[in-house]
């Protein structure tokens, strides 16, 4: 089945209170973040989508797919369903090693040239964890950094999945100005999630949760996209500190002042 479009319309949040958003509808290519403080229901308007509601779950929302309900085959043969779900729980109960795990992971799929999905899921995954990922090394050996990278990478390029949900990547490690840019280049539906301010910004929307409810969508624009982008150059400079700190190197005001001077910024 091919999927054109994503909606979710509203219910009801922890009091019995209506959602304030009534409906949102995401095309494909479409990037949006859920977010909220903790306890607000961001993970279960995530969970509504991934289980497809149909009015059946606590919230009372309801989940379309090009328009219609969602197709019973959906939720009863896992190699038609067509979210990949990328919790924050990334244990493995094989120790296949990582190529293997892959291989027979695309091999389901039944991918053609399987040589070069794995070599376009591995770079994905390397672009995403600042520790290289040894194709030979075992799945319970991975941090979950890599764990999560690799997760992600594999439901992009081998899985394929149409709709993906991401639920706080931002807690594993993970490169979050590299996956955006990466992620941007696939024609798929793109949920977050998140805490992160940038990953929210550089949203095309965000979905306000307060106490279990849909309470606003907030539309991207230019002013928050330049501010995107100065968080950006701070995200950067904590990623490049924190590399040195793992090389066993130290941190000085003159190594601080430096990079600060090259990003712009007054010492």
Same mark, same amino acid.
């Given at each position: 089945?091919?999927?054109?479009?994503?909606?979710?319309?509203?219910?009801?949040?922890?009091?019995?209170?209506?959602?304030?958003?009534?409906?949102?509808?995401?095309?494909?290519?479409?990037?949006?973040?859920?977010?909220?403080?903790?306890?607000?229901?961001?993970?279960?308007?995530?969970?509504?989508?991934?289980?497809?509601?149909?009015?059946?779950?606590?919230?009372?929302?309801?989940?379309?797919?090009?328009?219609?309900?969602?197709?019973?085959?959906?939720?009863?043969?896992?190699?038609?369903?067509?979210?990949?779900?990328?919790?924050?729980?990334?244990?493995?109960?094989?120790?296949?090693?990582?190529?293997?795990?892959?291989?027979?992971?695309?091999?389901?799929?039944?991918?053609?040239?399987?040589?070069?999905?794995?070599?376009?899921?591995?770079?994905?995954?390397?672009?995403?964890?600042?520790?290289?990922?040894?194709?030979?090394?075992?799945?319970?050996?991975?941090?979950?950094?890599?764990?999560?990278?690799?997760?992600?990478?594999?439901?992009?390029?081998?899985?394929?999945?149409? *709709? =993906?949900?991401?639920?706080?990547? +931002?807690?594993?490690?993970?490169?979050?100005? %590299?996956? #955006?840019?990466? /992620?941007?280049?696939?024609?798929?539906?793109?949920?977050?999630?998140?805490?992160?301010?940038?990953?929210?910004?550089?949203?095309?929307?965000?979905?306000?949760?307060?106490?279990?409810?849909?309470?606003? *969508? =907030?539309?991207?624009?230019?002013? +928050?996209?330049?501010?995107?982008?100065?968080? %950006?150059? #701070?995200?950067? /400079?904590?990623?490049?500190?924190?590399?040195?700190?793992?090389?066993?190197?130290?941190?000085?005001?003159?190594?601080?002042?430096?990079?600060?001077?090259?990003?712009?910024?007054?010492?």
């Amino acid at each position: 089945m091919k999927i054109h479009s994503l909606k979710i319309t509203g219910g009801f949040g922890k009091s019995g209170q209506p959602d304030l958003v009534q409906a949102f509808e995401l095309k494909m290519g479409d990037v949006i973040s859920i977010v909220g403080p903790t306890g607000s229901g961001k993970t279960t308007l995530i969970d509504d989508i991934a289980l497809f509601a149909n009015r059946n779950t606590p919230s009372r929302r309801c989940v379309f797919i090009n328009n219609e309900p969602a197709p019973e085959e959906f939720m009863n043969d896992p190699s038609k369903n067509p979210i990949a779900f990328i919790t924050q729980h990334t244990n493995f109960l094989s120790d296949l090693p990582v190529r293997r795990f892959l291989e027979i992971h695309a091999g389901i799929r039944r991918r053609e040239n399987i040589a070069a999905v794995l070599e376009e899921t591995f770079d994905f995954a390397n672009q995403l964890t600042g520790e290289p990922i040894n194709p030979d090394c075992g799945m319970t050996e991975l941090s979950g950094g890599q764990t999560r990278a690799l997760l992600i990478a594999d439901a992009v390029t081998i899985g394929n999945s149409p *709709i =993906i949900l991401l639920d706080e990547i +931002e807690n594993a490690g993970i490169h979050r100005t %590299k996956a #955006l840019e990466l /992620l941007k280049r696939y024609e798929k539906i793109f949920i977050f999630v998140t805490h992160d301010p940038r990953i929210a910004l550089l949203s095309d929307f965000r979905i306000v949760m307060q106490n279990g409810a849909m309470v606003k *969508i =907030i539309e991207a624009h230019d002013e +928050e996209l330049r501010v995107a982008e100065e968080i %950006k150059k #701070l995200d950067d /400079l904590i990623l490049h500190f924190r590399k040195l700190i793992r090389n066993g190197e130290r941190l000085t005001e003159n190594i601080m002042e430096e990079r600060l001077a090259a990003l712009g910024y007054a010492a």
